[in-house]
């Protein structure tokens, strides 16, 4: 019931949060940018600035499924972004171009991360498997692990997500911090639409932070359960 608990309460939150980005995004993107480029455009010369002549700009379908893909290197922007002239796809497209250059660089933090979504991936997968085990134990497997073994394999899992969510946090604040800097500093934004754009990749960064406390409440609040009945 705890985490159950935990989890309607992280999920109400992450859907706030992702509510207010939405409405961060509309609001800025009715704002024309003073030097009406595209998102598309914008990206292309990011990626040029930094020398990143190997990696492709694309359009892809749906609403904030912008991600840069390190596996062909490709920045992959959802249409309004790649065709908005506004602040927020401004934003949103020299953050996915701060990922191609956070991979061009070998920055520690992404590689770190990259080679955990494997590690990610199978947790998931035997976390499923464990409660699907312990939901229907009594009948179908009965004698099969004890309940302070299944703890241990959902701390381990809880474990991976925790520590894939923390270091999400640092790669994801790093890429805005390179995307303003160089929006700024290569004049793509006035000083009010730099202030934009900043507020949209903080509204952003605030789901990874509720998907970290998340991952960290859940992971704490089963150790909690071992340990009490080690007692």
Known sequence: MGALIITGFFMLVGWLVSNRLKNKFKKYSE??????????????????????????????????????????????????????????????AAHECGHA?????????????????????????VINMVFLGMMFGAFLFKG?????????????????FALFALVTLPVEFDASKRALAWIETRGIVTRQEHEMAKDALNSAAMTYVVAAIGAVTMLLYYVMIFLGRRD
């Open 144 to 160: 099969l692990f004890s309940m302070d073994v299944a703890l241990m394999v959902i701390i381990a899992c809880y474990g991976v």
């Open 101 to 125: 250059v956070q991979h061009a660089k070998a920055y520690s933090m992404l590689q770190f991360r990259s080679a955990m979504v494997p590690v990610q991936n199978v947790s998931a997968k």
């Open 31 to 92: 704002i024309r940018l003073t030097k009406d480029l595209t998102g598309g455009e914008i990206a292309k010369l990011m990626l040029a600035d930094n020398g990143l002549q190997d990696v492709k700009v694309i359009s892809v379908e749906g609403q904030l499924t912008d991600h840069y893909n390190p596996a062909n290197k490709t920045v992959n922007l959802s249409h309004d972004v790649y065709h908005g002239r506004n602040a927020a796809a401004t934003a949103v």
